[in-house]
């Protein structure tokens, strides 16, 4: 990744569960985050044995296999984002001179996901699962990046008095989806990803909407 790899975070040992007594949603999504991380296949049943519950309660508690993928890969997304953010925020303001901050740290977060152990190791076993869950605008991914893209973009708009010719989510929407195109086209089109043509792209279209291409 660009400006060096920025590390997951294992967080607290999960607690122990005793007989009779459910795991709350937000546990189990750290868990199958976990799962994810260290490389293995999310299964269910193993799952629900580890969190000391049935694969019934799992479901109720959780949903079925796709949801429970969707809210560990967007919970570990979300958390490498929040990082990236910081980082970039840490940085000297000469880092990038000229850039838009929105700009870096969403080139930055396409690189991070391309390295993503969780994301490429779906992606390699599961392709069509893969897709499904990280590009579905109705899923649990898909829609919470072009909300956190939302917030990159809008908060350039209001510290730099941008006054974009669209509508900031429609920017949002067109640039998580162009994204994905270049970072899962070796699966949608048997094409080797280009994130430094997918940052090419990326930059103009944000330029020409924020009015800033013949600047």
Known sequence: MRGGRVPATSGPALPAYPAGVT???????????????????????????????????????????????GEALWDLGRRTLQALERRHDDRPAEAEPGRLRSLVVSEDFRYALSEAVPIRRLLDDEPATAIRILTDPRGRVQPRIVEAYTALFQRDVDEHGLVPQVPVPLLALAVVRLGESFLYSDVLAARAPDLKAATTVLDALVGSVFGLDGR
């Open 23 to 69: 795991a709350p949603p937000e546990d189990v999504v750290r868990h199958a985050a976990r799962t994810l991380l260290s490389g293995q296949r999310l299964d269910t049943g193993v799952l629900a044995a580890e969190l000391g519950i049935s694969r019934a309660t799992l479901f109720r508690r959780a949903g079925n296999r796709d949801a429970i993928l």
